[in-house]
């Protein structure tokens, strides 16, 4: 039977979104899945998850709005920088903004009740609704049994005795529906959040305790050491040569470190204004601590746009130097 309203699926390429859609398309709902992408979560996986199972995926940079949740999270941080309610709450919102252009009518999303210890709570998935302001449009397939009725309820749109009423952490109803439609490739939970990884969330916490979490700054996260060499300027040293080559294709207008006579790592300098001798000096010693070629001293050249015209030389770090300047 084709179902007249339409709904917009949060996807995130897990097991559990993927059911949500499949049980709505098997009712007969049409339903479009979208993925709003940051740095911190990339679409890579849900596309690929996407691809698998035969769901049109629709992919939105968010990363702008997105930062504003972060700075500021209502709800607080999980273990590491991940603001789970708050993000699962702007979601809504940013797929609630589309309603109007894609003519659906709803939202859903594949949140089970009980399944994860911070963020499918009862108090905390109302305060998602809440936080999202279409609280009324959300319907949670895979628990709706559980939750209060929401205005495609109550409206008939969505028959309740068809939702379900699986609740906590175990997997297997999941994994019978997943026999039953077909599915064989997920993403792990959470898997793909950079914002759960503690040493991530660190260097990103730095940012915003320095007030630089922006674009460029944030690119360079999932690359190199990171280094604090004063409130304005950072430093990022690539830990092989993947990481070097990854670090020269970001860079655009920061200064780059590089040892003159020997191959070594790349120090990229994080600066908004004019880069100091001392942090010049600092940043090169820094850069010969990893550079196994050299003894003590050597030659460092530094420009921008990896016009090394200037050289300096300058004395290696001792390994309590870098450890104390290391973002860890
Ligand atoms: S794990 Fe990451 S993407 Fe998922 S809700 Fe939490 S912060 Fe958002």
Redesign the pocket.
Known sequence: MIRQHKCIALFSGGLDSILAVKHMERLGYQVKAVFFETPF?EAESALQAAKANEIDLQVIDVLPQYLQVLENPRYGY?KNM???VD??GFMFRMAAELLTETGADFLISGEVLGQRPM?QRKDAMNAVAKLSGVKDLLVRPLCQQFLADTLPIREGWVDKAEMLDIQGRGRQRQLDMAREFGVTEFQNP?GG?K??DIKYSRKLKDLLLHKQLNDDTIKYLKYGRHFRLNEHTKLIVGRDKAENEHLSLLTTDEIVVKTVDFHGPLGIICKTGTVTETELKTAAGIVLRYNNNVDNEAEVAWGENFSLNNIIKVEKYTPAEVQELMIK
């Open positions: 979560f999980g991940n603001p789970c993000c699962h963020s959470a959040c914002l759960t």
